[in-house]
Antibody, heavy 118, light 107 residues
Framework: QVQLVQSGAEVKKPGASVKVSCQIS????????ISWVRQAPRQGLEWMGC????????NHARNFQDRVTLTTDTSTSTAYMELRSLRSDDTAVYFC???????????WGQGTLVTVSS | IVMTQSPATLSVSPGERATLSCGAS??????LAWYQQKPGQAPRLLIY???TRATDVPARFSGSVSGTEFTLSISSLQSEDFAVYYC???????????FGQGTKVEI
């Protein structure tokens, strides 16, 4: 079965960068489109961006266009999300999710807590 | 496009029916999904294409659409159904995904 396994929790200072990984198993990696969604404490879900593992095409939400870089490594079936210039309001759980044909997210990673604090 | 969920909190007794709404700010496709999220867990896909149940989702969950108003119904609430529910719209061009703010279903 499809599994998405994310890297562990991170603590960063304001202004730093964080890179979260999402390793996918159970299906050929190049078939995946992977989105990143974040959830601030006690808040809702916010879509950040999406990347095709097949051709590397990316699309970002406007709020993150200047600070997020999405990449993939097909040799390890891993997707990455790097967020730069961290602020305290970037403290959140970051999820990766696989995109299904109709635009829904059918499989999710377990989430990675990123804490930004001085 | 803004997706507005109502109510923010829904208080229901076990065995009762719950009806959750998600309205779009403009005419949209039916690429609408519903997710269930419990504390400390990732969201779980329940409904896609506005009305198709995802794999292993119980039949008590159903989705429907009328115009720009989407509805998730839970016919007879079980204890494991108390959670937060999110709607999510997919817009094909440019490809963007928009979540509603969530409805908490509580006892």
């Amino acid at each position: 079965q499809v599994q998405l396994v994310q890297s562990g929790a991170e603590v960063k200072k304001p202004g730093a960068s964080v890179k979260v990984s999402c390793q996918i198993s159970g299906f050929p990696f190049i078939n995946f489109h992977i989105s990143w969604v974040r959830q601030a404490p006690r808040q809702g879900l916010e879509w950040m961006g999406c990347i095709s593992a097949y051709n590397g095409y990316t699309n970002h939400a406007r709020n993150f266009q200047d600070r997020v870089t999405l990449t993939t490594d097909t040799s390890t079936s891993t997707a990455y999300m790097e967020l730069r210039s961290l602020r305290s309001d970037d403290t959140a759980v970051y999820f990766c999710a696989s995109l299904s044909g109709g635009g829904e997210f059918d499989y999710w990673g377990q989430g990675t807590l990123v804490t930004v604090s001085s | 496009i803004v997706m507005t969920q109502s109510p923010a909190t829904l208080s229901v007794s076990p065995g009762e029916r719950a009806t959750l709404s998600c309205g779009a700010s403009q005419s949209v496709s039916t690429n609408l999904a519903w997710y269930q999220q419990k504390p400390g867990q990732a969201p779980r896909l329940l409904i896609y294409g506005a009305s198709t149940r995802a794999t292993d989702v119980p039949a008590r969950f159903s989705g429907s659409v009328s115009g720009t108003e989407f509805t998730l119904s839970i016919s007879s609430l079980q204890s494991e159904d108390f959670a937060v529910y999110y709607c999510q719209l997919y817009n094909s061009w440019p490809p963007t995904w928009t979540f509603g703010q969530g409805t908490k279903v509580e006892i």
